[in-house]
């Protein structure tokens, strides 16, 4: 019998001219000169998402002027879409415009939403809805860019070898994932950089850090486009994606419809068996295996991606200064990537030949399993953090309620009740130096009118000062030839995300002055005043420019801390009395260190073994559509991060215990399927479907004419991380 050709078994000839030649090889050895050209665009694209996810969260929060949680919430949407779209990509690709075209168009695609994302970022464009409209236009274009060319980039330059040159293949797939990474750590540190130190239109500049992005895309775009008459292009082969749904499809169909006098089939899938070849449905059957294997898995994803989120939101609350250089909140995301080239190495020729020498059986299912409570130890030592970071911070009043401290600029010591709180001051208020901490008070309804009663030398004095729930203040006393006076006014207790100090001068003098603390303007009146009350660099400040309505001073004023917020007294001969009235941050940010090398291990035993047992796992053909399902996982990890981020409304640190808890609960469910699992040898079904002349047969060939390629779309681009 003469043997028939599935797809996979077509000449150069026959599948076009592209096919036919033969590319250019670098210096007489086996790499073709084309790779230098994609390895080049995957460094350029990579620098361009991560870059622009890098300050991600933090604009949503300063520019966009959202919360926390709805923050946080938006960015694990767009992190989700983003690994939902790899398969529309593979489906462009496969079944209709191939790699090459289906990189090029989405390429441009995703340059049209860097460029969107970036122009809303530009105050002048437009009132907050235009920006919000602008950037998630621009999200969702970028979304379907970068999910879109996922599966293709990868699987392109693989196609670049001959079928002989596997160990050259090899070596390409590792050097195309040292430029992902190479590309995430420099991202990751420029594009905070450009974001703060670069002051564009008032304020810290988006649009640069989102267009510089921008601008590594089209270079992208431009030097993947150059290397085009190099290229080894295939034509579209079908995409075995459809074939297993509609294979599946038609076995739910006639199952539904089978009824109790027909035959009962071994499986379910069997219901397919008069429509598609036995081969077809047996490799489904051994996927859907491992498929199932994965239905716990997104709950690791939900704690890895929430790098980009809340552990950045942990970091702006961090003292960030190294003596030599102080870390941007939004660079240590760059953390994960140095260390996961650090670890690879060490963990594949150190530690699991260490554990294999102690007779410890390691499978990959057991690694998994690990790396899983590697990163609910991750979460457990973010939550220690966050504990001691929450210590500096002043927690918001509730409803009907206001908080309260008392500043005395008064001669000598003062006792005060405040009306319907009685002992709530019970000690006699000293001098301004030693301020009294914030108290709480309790209205009755939205607004309250409440008398303070002063003692000062044994008299009494009253005012009466209204109070706003869900508020901070500070009374302010003080007593001059007139009497005693009393001042209120609201104080600023919410800690800056970017790290900045907040400031205010409370003046004690008889004239105004005009203080500039770096490129803040403060006004502050005679008479017991109060200036405005603004943000300023964290930083040394021992020559501040102070113009009085009589004299121009320069003030020393110290150091202006990381989420301080600071009342300046002037008193005397112009003398500043430095009062914190919210603790700067003195948690270094070092010590978030342990919970990104506990998160990166978890992610090498768990992330790169994962994908090795996907694809030990599946048969040639099936291979696109496990990484289709594993891509899913990292879609639907970060939904569940959306929905808790939302829905849960806890503290911060509540947050990561019970995430730490989950993934532990989760990894007992993984560990006792793995326990009934059982490993397989896809090769095994070129046995089974031979006939005695370890030919295949007739009917199954005509049936699965296009699913003999071996489909390398879907996720592949290294075999080692989905950080691609």
């Not at 239905?295 to 200064?321: E, H, Y």
């Not at 690990?370 to 979460?379: K, Q, R, V």
């Not at 849960?648 to 989760?666: N, Y």
């Amino acid at each position: 019998m003469e043997k028939k050709k599935g797809n996979a078994d077509y000449s150069s000839e026959e599948q076009g001219g592209d096919r036919k030649r033969k590319s250019p090889t670098i210096c007489g050895t086996n790499y073709p000169v084309s790779i230098g050209f994609i390895v080049v665009n995957e460094f350029c694209e990579r620098f361009s998402y991560y870059g622009m996810k890098a300050v991600l969260t933090l604009y949503f929060i300063h520019y966009l002027k959202w919360d926390k949680d709805l923050s946080t919430a938006v960015y694990h949407a767009f992190s989700s879409l983003c690994y939902f779209t790899p398969v529309l990509g593979a489906l462009i690709a496969d079944s209709w415009l191939g790699k090459f075209k289906t990189i090029i168009y989405l390429s441009i695609v995703y340059v049209i939403g860097h460029v969107v994302k970036s122009v809303g970022a530009i105050p002048d464009v437009g009132d907050n809805t235009v920006h919000i409209v602008l950037s998630m236009a621009g999200l969702i274009l970028i979304a379907f860019g970068t999910g879109g060319i996922k599966p293709c980039v990868a699987a392109f330059g693989g196609d670049q070898f001959e079928e002989e040159h596997t160990d050259e293949r090899r070596k390409f797939f590792s050097i195309f994932y040292m430029s992902i990474n190479a590309g995430s750590v420099l991202s990751t540190v420029i594009t905070p950089i450009l974001r703060s130190d670069v002051q564009c239109f008032g304020s810290d500049c988006y649009a640069l850090a989102f267009g510089v992005p921008a601008v590594l895309m089209i270079i992208a775009l431009v030097v993947f486009i150059a290397g085009s008459g190099l290229y080894k292009n295939s034509p579209p082969e079908g995409n075995v994606l459809l074939q297993v749904c509609k294979c599946i499809g038609c076995a739910i169909r006639n199952w539904g419809r089978s009824s109790k006098h027909q035959p009962k089939r071994e499986h379910w899938l069997d219901w397919a068996e008069e429509k598609y070849p036995k081969r077809l449905i047996s490799e489904i059957k051994m996927v859907l295996r491992v498929l199932v294997l994965y239905i716990p898995l997104p709950m690791f994803w939900a704690l890895f991606d929430q790098q980009g989120s809340r552990w950045t939101l942990q970091s702006t609350r961090m003292n960030m200064d190294f003596g030599a250089f102080v870390l941007k909140p939004d660079q240590m995301q760059m953390l994960n990537a140095l260390l996961i080239l650090i670890f690879i190495p060490i963990f594949d020729m150190g530690v699991y030949p260490l554990i294999g020498m102690c007779k410890i059986k390691v499978t990959p299912l057991r690694k998994m399993a690990t790396g899983m409570i590697f990163a609910a130890l991750a979460f457990g030592a973010a939550t220690i953090v966050e504990r001691s970071v929450i210590e500096t911070v002043v927690d918001p009043p509730p409803a009907s309620t206001s908080l309260l401290q008392v500043l005395n600029l008064a001669e000598g010591n003062i006792s005060l009740d405040v009306q319907g709180h009685t002992g709530l001051f019970p000690q006699p208020i000293k001098s301004y130096e030693d301020p009294v901490e914030y108290q709480r008070l309790q209205l009755n309804g939205f607004k309250q009118a409440l008398t303070v009663t002063l003692t000062v030398n044994g008299e009494n004095h009253h005012c009466v000062k209204t109070f706003t729930e869900e508020e901070a203040y500070t009374l302010i006393i003080n007593d001059d030839a007139l009497g005693v006076h009393c001042t209120l006014v609201k104080d600023n207790i919410q800690k800056s995300e970017n790290g900045e100090a907040h400031l205010r001068f409370i003046n004690t003098l008889q004239e105004d002055f005009n203080i500039t603390v770096g490129a803040k303007r403060f006004h502050v009146p005679v008479g017991v005043g109060v200036s405005n009350g603004e943000f300023v660099d964290r930083e040394l400040y021992s020559n501040v420019k102070c113009e009085g309505s009589s004299r121009n001073l320069s003030l020393d004023i110290g150091l202006l801390d990381f989420g301080a917020s600071y009342s300046i007294i002037l008193k005397g001969n112009v003398d500043v009395t430095k009062l914190e009235d919210v603790r700067a941050n003195n948690v270094h940010i070092a010590w978030q260190v342990p919970q990104y090398v506990l998160l990166t291990a978890g992610e090498v035993m768990f992330s790169i073994t994962g994908l090795e047992f996907s694809y030990s796992q599946a048969p040639a053909n099936m291979k696109s559509v496990l990484q289709a399902g594993w891509l899913m996982t990292v879609a639907f990890g970060n939904v569940i991060v959306l929905i808790v981020a939302e829905g849960a409304g806890m503290e911060q640190w509540m947050e990561f215990l019970l995430f730490a808890g989950l993934l532990v609960a989760v990894c007992i469910i993984f560990s006792i399927m793995a326990y009934f699992y059982t490993y397989v040898d896809p090769d095994h079904l070129d046995k089974m479907y031979k006939d005695d002349a370890g030919e295949e047969t007739e009917d199954d060939l005509q049936k699965s004419h296009t699913d003999g390629v071996n489909m390398r779309t879907i996720g592949e681009s290294d075999g080692k991380s989905t950080k691609m």
